[in-house]
Each structure stands twice: as structure tokens, then as C-alpha cells.
């Protein structure tokens, strides 16, 4: 039996059922849980026996609200209690039409890329389906509470697996929160509104397209391998030349791409040459590189390219027939930007 956080209807209606309890009640429980309400003991509506049944049955719930912080661009982190111990980060980003969710996958990171300040988290462990997908239903319910002014979407709309940890690290929770979020009878989300973000385990991508298809970005960092064997040390085991042979396998929904993602490092992965292997790297018909400011952290030994030398680097990329973006920081008066998530630091 999953938890409750990840329980599909008709599941809940036998469970209650088998407890001698009426089946409607089953949806007025999940009814709650879609409103981000995961204690049954908050269930108002809910007959206290049925209630107790659930607590008994399920435990506490999967999460618990620690702290939140909102950054002047709207960008919310929060801090979240894991119920068998530990802290977990989560960031929701409104933008004018979509909210999108980032997902934390694992208590600190297995790898340990230089530039990341959740790599600096000893890894901890891994987040069972049921803590992912909780994140969600938490958030749900914030934005529920306190609407956002900046955007006309209500509810998220996006989810990205690009919080803390390597979530083809974690396949388990991986694959169960994803099951529950495409399935008909779980969220029913498109595949096409899920992104998954590696940085390059080969065999866990090829079964994420075999599995669930959704939108995949991989953590590139340099088409060097050299570099790359600094930036991401996974391409130790899994170098470049691998890596593309895997990402031409991938299967791509219609008019999608594989994002490719570039912090760029003042000095480090920001010259002609590094353009040239970049260029030389990319698929132009199927993916796309995502150029993203490098978000500082006490200690972290990198600085970041000037945004007017990031924006003539994406020039020279688009000029060469390369799709090619900067992706603006968010949440970054909050640490809540990219590669800034470390929940030990929240707390302090
Ligand atoms: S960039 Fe991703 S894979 Fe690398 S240390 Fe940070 S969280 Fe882990």
C-alpha cells in the first residue's frame, strides 16, 4: 500500500472499505490531500474513526513545514522536515503564465560538482516517491493560501527535478513520484510539463525514455572533457562521447528538445574555445543550450561570467545555428537559485 501522498482513489476506497468504512468517504480523504492537506487528523470533514484509521495505517505525514522564505521576485523556498529525520529544500517560481515546482530528490548529493553548493552537503539519502510528490501537495497548498500577485496561474502548472540531488541517483523515488504524477488516476500531468535534470548517469537515462519519456536536461557544464571531468566528475565514468550516444536515443516529444545546461564561470568554461566545443557538441535539431548565471555561495572558489559576457556568448551560439537562451537568476536574495539549495545552510 503507498503512502497517502501518492495513494490512487480506487486504492483508498478498498482500503476503507476492507476497515468497514463507506467507499464515498474515499474521496472526500483525497479531496483533502488534492488541497495539499496530508494529516487526517486535519481532514475536518472526515468522521474521527476514519481519521484515527489513517493516521494508523499511513504514520505522520511524509513532510512538515519548517520555514519559508519569499525573495523580491516572487520566488518561494521552503524548508521541509522529513518525517524519519533530515531537512529538505524546495523552490516554487511563478513567472506571468506557469508556476513551476523544483523538486528536491535527495538529502544532500551523492556527486559532487565544485560549482554546487548542494554537493558541499554530504549526501544523506534518498527520497522515497511519496516525499517527492508531497513537495508538491505543500506547495499546492501555500499558493493555495497566499496567492501569488505575479502570476495569473493558480496552482503549479511545471515540475522540474532540479533541487537538491541526482534524481537518476534515486530511481526509486524517481520513477514512483513519476508514475503518480502522469498517471490518469494520480495528477495526469502532461509529460511534456516535467522535466528531469541529470548529470549524465547513462543507464538511468536510457530506461527514464524507455519508462517515462518526459523532458530531460542534462548538467553539461563544458563539451571539453577535460573540463567536464572538473565540473561534473560523473564524465569520469560516463564521458562525453558516451553521454551523446545516449542523448541521440532519447526520445523527444514533438517540437521538444533536450536542454543542455551551461553555468558559466568567469574564466573556466567562458572563452572562444569553449564556444568552439560547444558548438562542435550540440545537436542544433534537438536540443538546446540553457546558459545560467552562476549563483555564488560562502566559499565556493568560482565567480561568475558578467551577464553582458553571457549574452554575447549566446549570440555567438544563435549566429552558428545553436538554440541558445540565459536563463535569469531566481530567488537568488533567498538562495534559492540554481545550485544554491543546501538545507543545512536554511536553518543557520
Ligand atoms: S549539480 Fe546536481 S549532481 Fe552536481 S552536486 Fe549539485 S545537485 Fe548534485
Redesign the pocket.
Same mark, same amino acid.
Given at each position: 500500500m503507498p503512502e497517502l501522498s501518492i495513494v490512487l482513489l480506487s486504492s483508498l476506497q478498498s482500503l476503507l472499505q476492507g476497515w468497514g468504512f463507506p467507499k464515498y468517504r474515499a474521496k472526500q480523504v483525497l479531496d483533502w490531500r488534492n488541497k495539499g492537506v496530508l494529516d487526517p487528523q486535519a481532514m475536518l470533514n472526515v468522521p474521527q474513526e476514519i481519521r484515527a484509521a489513517l493516521v494508523a495505517h499511513f504514520g505522520e505525514p511524509p513532510l512538515r513545514l519548517v520555514q519559508r522564505q519569499c525573495a523580491s521576485d516572487g520566488t518561494r523556498k521552503y524548508l521541509f522536515a522529513l518525517r524519519e529525520g533530515g531537512t529538505i529544500e524546495t523552490v516554487m517560481i511563478p513567472e506571468r503564465k506557469r508556476i513551476t515546482v523544483c523538486l528536491s530528490s535527495q538529502l544532500g548529493?551523492?556527486?559532487? &560538482?565544485p560549482f &554546487?553548493y548542494? %554537493?558541499r552537503q554530504n549526501f544523506e539519502k534518498n527520497l522515497t516517491g511519496a516525499a517527492i510528490v508531497a513537495q508538491l501537495w505543500m506547495v499546492k497548498a501555500d499558493v493555495m493560501v497566499d496567492p501569488l500577485i505575479n502570476s495569473t496561474a493558480t496552482t503549479p502548472t511545471h515540475l522540474v527535478y532540479m533541487g537538491? %540531488?541526482?534524481p537518476l541517483a534515486n530511481e526509486s523515488g524517481l520513477h514512483q513520484s513519476l508514475a503518480f504524477f502522469l498517471d490518469e488516476t494520480g495528477m495526469h500531468l502532461s509529460r511534456r510539463r516535467i522535466t528531469v !535534470?541529470t !548529470?549524465g548517469l547513462l543507464p538511468q537515462i536510457t530506461r527514464l525514455g524507455e519508462m517515462f519519456p518526459v523532458n530531460l536536461a542534462i !548538467?553539461l557544464h563544458s563539451a571539453k572533457n577535460d573540463l567536464r571531468n572538473t565540473l561534473?566528475p560523473?564524465n569520469k565514468k560516463y564521458p562525453l562521447t558516451k553521454l551523446r550516444k545516449i542523448l541521440d536515443s532519447y526520445p523527444l516529444a514533438e517540437q521538444r528538445y533536450i536542454t543542455l545546461e551551461y553555468v558559466m564561470l568567469a574564466g573556466i568554461n567562458d572563452q572562444p574555445e569553449d564556444l568552439l566545443a560547444l558548438v562542435g557538441y550540440v545537436r542544433k535539431l534537438r536540443e538546446r543550450i540553457n546558459l545560467i548565471h552562476f549563483n555564488p555561495y560562502p566559499n565556493s572558489g568560482y565567480t561568475a561570467t558578467p551577464i553582458k559576457m553571457m549574452d554575447a556568448f549566446a549570440s555567438d551560439l544563435v549566429s552558428q545555428g545553436v538554440r541558445a537562451t540565459v536563463r535569469r537568476s531566481r530567488g537568488d536574495d533567498i538562495m534559492a537559485a540554481c %545550485?544554491q539549495l543546501n538545507a543545512h545552510a536554511m536553518r543557520q
Open positions: 548529493c551523492i556527486l559532487d &560538482c &554546487c548542494t %554537493g537538491m %540531488g541526482e !535534470s !548529470s !548538467s561534473v560523473i %545550485g
